[in-house]
């Protein structure tokens, strides 16, 4: 097994935030932009890249231009973790705008990556460092390399509130809150915290039905997600496409069409009869960010909006996201 491969295998799993209600308070969480792109693991080993995605994918010829920078880090190995994305004329990362850059091959040295953790360098494993050294180790090894599409994602130590606040007016997704002091776990971990200016997550797409008038090639998407292994009706999203993104999905849609309806209950949708048996059904393994303003009391979605399809994760571990009352959470 190669250096390369071996890093891969010791270093395959990320460590994952916390969704709550609201941000942490105290100089000892440290406050950094909640990006609206791709989570990746960069390795390199003796002039060999990667790029993984948090559940295994190999996606390193997918990001030629985070490909390159890894190989110009002062580094002899190294194992970062990061966020690919395509920022706009503001300096906001677009979700969207980084699914239409994968598509086209010419704007894909647009991406850039924020990089906010360092799990390996040189030979030394530095997950059990506190996060602060850890950062102080990144930043210096970003400085030490040439400008290209790794940056240093800073933070802001307390002042969480007045970040979140300043985040959401500006229009960001919102803010990772981080004890200064943690080692770096795989998994779930409440020294992690995600603080969101709006409900978004993804959802399973179930089915879609066709546009009932227009060119566009579909009328909206039935959306679902898992609650004890069994597949719960979130509502649909019928907005958010461009006329582009919506033939693509139906293209997308040709393998996994199916005859028979992956939901057992129709009443539990609430759907009309009529609309039950015009949508297209599919396998559900295919999976979709969404925004929206709130859960209804049925538990479907309220005034949702598409922003583009999520290859970087498992349709099995999608579930109601919900934030939970922030005491104390460590």
């Given at each position: 097994m190669s250096g390369l491969s071996k890093l891969i295998e010791r270093y395959s799993e990320v460590e994952l935030a916390t969704l709550v209600d609201k941000p942490p308070e105290g100089p000892e969480w440290l406050s950094e932009v909640k990006f609206d792109g791709y989570r990746l693991l960069g390795f390199l080993s003796r002039g060999a890249p990667a790029l993984r995605t948090r559940n295994g994918n190999d996606w390193t010829d997918r990001f030629p231009s985070l490909?390159?920078?890894?190989?110009?880090?002062?580094?002899?190995?190294?194992?970062?973790?990061?966020?690919?994305?395509?920022?706009?004329?503001?300096?906001?990362?677009?979700?969207?705008?980084?699914?239409?850059?994968?598509?086209?091959?010419?704007?894909?040295?647009?991406?850039?990556?924020?990089?906010?953790?360092?799990?390996?360098?040189?030979?030394?494993?530095?997950?059990?460092?506190?996060?602060?050294?850890?950062?102080?180790?990144?930043?210096?090894?970003?400085?030490?390399?040439?400008?290209?599409?790794?940056?240093?994602?800073?933070?802001?130590?307390?002042?969480?509130?007045?970040?979140?606040?300043?985040?959401?007016?500006?229009?960001?997704?919102?803010?990772?809150?981080?004890?200064?002091?943690a080692p770096y776990l795989a998994g779930r971990q409440k020294s992690w915290l995600k603080i969101k200016c709006t409900l978004r997550q993804e959802f399973i797409i179930l089915g879609f039905s066709d546009a009932r008038k227009g060119e566009r090639a579909l009328?909206?998407?039935?959306?679902?997600?898992?609650?004890?292994?069994?597949?719960?009706?979130?509502?649909?999203?019928?907005?958010?496409?461009?006329?582009?993104?919506?033939?693509?999905?139906?293209?997308?849609?040709?393998?996994?069409?199916?005859?028979?309806?992956?939901?057992?209950?129709?009443?539990?949708?609430?759907?009309?009869?009529?609309?039950?048996?015009?949508?297209?059904?599919?396998?559900?393994?295919l999976l979709c960010e969404v925004s929206f303003t709130e859960w209804t009391g049925d538990g479907h979605i309220r005034h949702p909006s598409f922003h583009g399809l999520r290859e970087d994760k498992n349709a099995k571990e999608v579930k109601k996201e919900w934030p939970s009352k922030l005491r104390n959470p460590i």
């Open positions: 490909s390159k920078a890894l190989l110009t880090l002062k580094a002899k190995d190294a194992v970062l973790d990061m966020e690919a994305v395509i920022l706009d004329p503001k300096g906001k990362s677009s979700f969207q705008a980084l699914q239409n850059a994968l598509g086209e091959a010419s704007h894909s040295e647009k991406i850039v990556a924020y990089v906010f953790d360092l799990l390996y360098l040189d030979g030394k494993d530095l997950r059990g460092l506190p996060l602060i050294e850890r950062k102080d180790k990144l930043e210096a090894l970003l400085r030490n390399s040439r400008k290209n599409a790794l940056r240093y994602s800073d933070h802001v130590a307390g002042q969480s509130t007045e970040m979140f606040e300043k985040a959401c007016k500006t229009g960001l997704e919102g803010i990772v809150s981080k004890l200064a002091s009328g909206a998407l039935y959306l679902g997600y898992r609650k004890n292994s069994v597949l719960h009706y979130a509502g649909k999203v019928g907005t958010g496409f461009s006329m582009k993104s919506a033939r693509d999905l139906v293209k997308r849609f040709a393998g996994l069409r199916i005859d028979q309806p992956v939901l057992s209950r129709p009443e539990a949708t609430g759907l009309p009869a009529g609309e039950w048996r015009s949508v297209h059904w599919l396998k559900p393994e």
